[in-house]
């Protein structure tokens, strides 16, 4: 399923009030997305948007670019947290001869494998794949 990880800006520098802030932000993406179904929920300092219909990707990443707070946001898919899953997943990824970059950080510490020996394997994975693609770690045309 596809969603959409909102990544927060400077909130994290308001100190006392930053409750206050989040909820302020909580308010501006719900009202700015209100006109299309959804489920927004927070976790770990991100939001996500999900449950909205794949056909209405553009308008949600429309409505939330107008949102002050964040910093970015990327489409992403949602899957059950397991290797094989994952690989099943990447592997499916398309890069259409663009450079690369793969970025992993294990919100769950009990996830088997850490995250630098993961990243090589998914990147292997891509690039069996996506033979006409190269691996460039400072300025990849997709992340």
């Not at 919100?107 to 033979?131: C, E, Q, R, W």
Request: hydrophobic fraction near 35%; aromatic fraction near 8%.
């Amino acid at each position: 399923m596809k969603v959409i990880l909102l990544r927060i800006g400077e909130l994290f520098l308001k100190g006392e009030n930053k409750i206050y802030f989040e909820k302020a932000l909580e308010r501006d993406l719900e009202n700015k997305l209100k006109n299309i179904p959804h489920i927004l929920k927070k976790t770990q300092g991100r939001y996500i948007v999900s449950n909205f219909e794949a056909g209405n990707i553009a308008e949600v990443e429309k409505q939330i670019s107008y949102v002050f707070g964040l910093s970015s946001y990327s489409v992403a898919e949602e899957v059950v947290t397991s290797t094989e899953n994952i690989e099943k997943e990447i592997a499916k990824i398309d890069l259409q001869g663009k450079s690369f970059k793969i970025e992993v950080k294990r919100a769950d510490k009990t996830f088997p494998i850490h995250s630098m020996d993961y990243v090589k394997t998914l990147g292997k994975i891509v690039l069996n794949n996506n033979t006409n693609s190269v691996v460039d770690l400072y300025e990849p045309e997709k992340r």
